[in-house]
């Protein structure tokens, strides 16, 4: 019997080595055939080497050879900078830190000799957007909010985690394009209803804007503002792009699309051509709805603040936005062109700013609140922000680690390995939302937090007291300037 049994097991191992002889004769035979990849047809079977390491590459890169400080889009010091606070351990660290000072950009912020004691400490107030000009003015409690990611763009369970999250620490949660879901609606937080280039949501069937919808949408208590999406950071000058994979039958009835067709969004809003047309759609959105309305751009030069501030002067305060959210040429969540990725539009450092400066000189300021993206979720970049003058900040991608992302860079493909941005149920599996909503909760509570003592240390009782006095850019030669002399303040207009 045992003879027989290794007659077998001879025969099968032959047989194994015949069949992987046959596949890698034919593996050669067509590296060395085919016409497309040179490497292969001249090292055919080992040439596949290369294209194996290096899909690794960024990978390899990401977890062994780049330091803590390297890598794009964000570091390993930032991530695990979220990570701690979404799992609130705490962002204490020991013998120092590996932020570089003296590198160009760095941020410094001007400690006071009197900081301000525990028992003067003051919470920031909410900001409140559209009072006096719309019925249903809308109080925005935190300093850092999430920004517009679509149910589409991102999983059904990460639009409730974020949901559920954004109501236990106090934030708003925008929509993004994408339309109005049960799970945004599903934690009870605030909303900002998102109005893209394609009308998702609230579109008739021609495309056009549906004000029957507008008002279905502003009956929830929830839904406290609209804002119109003008351009994001990641693809100025071209629409929103969601593949045919992730379209959904439950995500093209939201939308209003059919399914399993890439959903491609429109580069502009079709009827806003001119700055008129624009501000038109803004006033008939908040008569529609009641409710405050604001824009959404990426700022690439000065015309369109010029060309804003001018129209409302002519028009009259009534015409003029609620907010405007600035969103910098280094934003981006979602699936976007490279071209327009890595070249389009002025970086947040840049623009925001100059946006707060143009409101000021035009007498704006106070009617328009600022909300301020783009890679701002530290609590330096966040106070740095409130010193440029943004009332709010809004981050996407800071809310994406703090659901457990790990920058797998894989938002369009379907294959999230985190669950977030998938579809696929076996990868959302791990996204297991009430833990994640609390990380959500904890990251907010104490970003917050941290900004507030930030605050505190440069003398002011809260975040929103900040200057850019209280500010520092470290420039190319190792000096820094205070913020406050690199844009100084404007001066209002005269009075009539």
Known sequence: MSEIVGVFHVSLGVMVVLVLAVLLLFWYLRDVTQKRHTVLRNFPIVGHLRFFFESLGEYFRQYFFLGDREEMPFNRATRAWVYRLAKNEGGMIGFGSTYDIN??????????????????????????????????????????????????????????????????????????????????????????????????????????????????????EHVRAFEIKLSQGAKPGKGGVLPAAKVTAEIAAIRGIPMGKDSLSPNRHPETGTMEELLDMVVHVREVTGKPVGIKTAIGGWQFMHELAEAVRRRGLWSAPDFLTIDGGEGGSGAAPQALADHMALSINEALPRVVDALIENGLRERIKVIASGKLLTPAKVAWALACGADLVNSARGYMFALGCIQALRCHQNTCPTGITTHNQKLQRGLVVED???????????????????????GVPHARELRREHVRIVQPNGQSQALNMLYPYPSPPAAD
């Open 103 to 220: 590198q160009s950009g760095a941020l410094v912020f001007v400690n006071a000799a009197f900081p301000v004691l525990d028992s003067d400490h003051r919470p920031s107030p909410p900001v409140m957007i559209g009072e006096g000009w719309c019925d249903k003015p809308f109080a925005a409690r935190s300093l850092i909010n999430i920004s517009g990611m679509s149910f589409g763009a991102i999983s059904r369970p990460a639009v409730r985690a974020l949901s559920q999250g954004a109501a236990l620490a106090g934030c708003y949660m925008d929509t993004g394009e994408g339309g109005l879901s049960p799970y945004h609606l599903e934690g009870r937080c605030d909303v900002i209803f998102q109005i893209g280039t394609a009308k998702y949501g609230v579109r008739e069937e021609s495309g056009r804007l549906s004000d029957l919808r507008l008002r279905e949408l502003a009956g929830h």
């Open 436 to 458: 994640k909503a609390e990380r959500v909760a904890h990251y907010t509570r104490n970003l917050n937090q941290e900004v507030e003592m930030i605050a505190h240390a440069c």
